[in-house]
């Protein structure tokens, strides 16, 4: 497998996940900053973002939510997923709201301030942004309510939390008590040191 991924992107998370599962794969950074058509990912997902997954048969996934699904599904021996179907549909559930809400939505508004064409402009999303993030880490704070992990046992959602909790400290946003200590409980993975370390980011 060959994982393309950016240091500190949301494909720091697939990362943590091949960690997790501990079979081989290779590592190829892409420079987000490099314009989509010329950057190193752009011929194998012309999406031209991260993560992009290729596959030891030479086929690409994209998209979050769909390489850890498969991740999971495929290595059922490093439980990133429960086999009962209600187990799994609520770990895609919190993953999905880790994805869609609080990145999607939430901080890709406020990195977009930094390409706001006016301070207007960027206060005005930085204040949506922030709006969205304090209600999803709200409910991020009632779902983690007595549990170490999103849905009771460690899965591939708990790894879509991390990296938006990751980003919560670059915009000096405090996590809620119960994220805090997700995210505590994330940095003392091996997996994730060992990520982190191979991303410059330890």
């Given amino acids: 497998m060959k994982l393309y991924y950016a240091p500190g992107a949301c494909s720091i998370g697939i990362h943590v996940l091949l960690e997790e599962i501990g079979k081989p794969y290779d590592l190829v950074q892409t420079d987000l900053r490099v314009p989509p058509p010329e950057r190193t990912v752009t011929p194998v997902n012309p999406k031209a ?18 390489i850890a699904l498969w991740l999971a599904r ?19 559930e919190a993953l999905d709201f ?9 901080f890709s ?15 005005a999303n930085m204040a949506v942004g922030k709006d969205i993030l304090a209600r999803g880490f709200a409910r991020i704070e009632d779902m983690l ?30 996590l809620p008590p ?12 091996p997996a994730v040191q060992r990520t982190l370390a191979q991303e410059g980011l330890a």
């Fill in 49 to 66: 973002r991260v993560p992009t997954l290729v596959r030891d048969d030479g086929s690409v996934l994209t998209e979050y939510p769909a």
């Fill in 74 to 92: 495929t290595n059922p021996e490093a439980h990133l997923i429960p086999e009962d179907l209600e187990g799994e549909v609520r770990t895609v």
């Fill in 98 to 106: 880790c994805v869609s809400t609080l990145h999607m939505q939430g």
């Fill in 109 to 123: 508004r406020l990195f977009y301030t930094r390409r706001a064409r006016t301070p207007e402009d960027a206060e």
């Fill in 145 to 174: 309510a007595g549990r170490d992990w999103l849905t009771g046992t460690y899965s591939a959602a708990d790894t879509a939390l991390f990296y938006v909790c990751l980003w919560a400290g670059s915009f000096a946003i405090d």
């Fill in 178 to 189: 119960n994220a805090a200590a997700h995210f505590a409980r994330m940095k003392a993975r």
